[in-house]
């Protein structure tokens, strides 16, 4: 059994207005059952698309691959 909306990326949207972005390592048990952690970065930025081009830059992110909180 995997779950397939659990996203590798997540962008956050913070009090202040400014966003977050967590790249979560998805690993599954013998089950399938998945075992998410997430690591949030240190930058902040000031819109989503930051982030997202933050994370295709970095992390080799492609569309579709971003959770919004």
């Known amino acids: 059994m995997t779950d397939e909306s659990?996203?590798?990326?997540?962008?956050q949207s913070q009090?202040?207005?400014?966003f977050r972005l967590?790249?979560?390592d998805i690993r599954?048990?013998?089950?399938?059952?998945p075992i998410v952690t997430g690591t949030m970065?240190?930058?902040v930025f000031a819109t989503s698309a930051?982030?997202?081009?933050?994370?295709?830059?970095?992390?080799?992110?492609k569309?579709?691959?971003y959770a919004t909180k």
Request: no cysteine; aromatic share 14%; proline share 5%.
């Open 6 to 11: 659990t996203r590798p990326f997540l962008i």
């Open 15 to 18: 009090p202040d207005g400014s």
């Open 22 to 24: 967590t790249v979560r």
């Open 28 to 33: 599954y048990n013998s089950q399938g059952y």
């Open 41 to 43: 970065q240190d930058e």
């Open 50 to 61: 930051a982030a997202k081009n933050f994370a295709r830059a970095n992390f080799a992110a």
């Open 63 to 65: 569309a579709g691959q």
